[in-house]
């Protein structure tokens, strides 16, 4: 019996120590393609946007999608 109970103990420790708390995903924050191709209106965006395309290095590829929004987000003032 002693083994038993000795048992019973070990297997309730472990079931307070497991880590129970569910795990999240990241989410996916990158824009979508179709959203990037909406926004290529020049020549320079629509180049940068194949080289996101092409590209296999995810590292690579986000600083490409990062240069590509920056450069979208710079207004071109017209001077008066």
Known sequence: MQIDKEKQKRIT???LFRNTAPVE???DSRPSMSLLKKMATTKELRDVL???EYETIPTVRNAW???FLEVTKR???SED
């Open 25 to 27: 995903k990241e989410k």
């Open 65 to 67: 999608i990062d240069y």
């Open 75 to 77: 207004p071109k003032c």
């Open 50 to 52: 194949k080289k996101i």
């Open 13 to 15: 420790l472990k079931g």
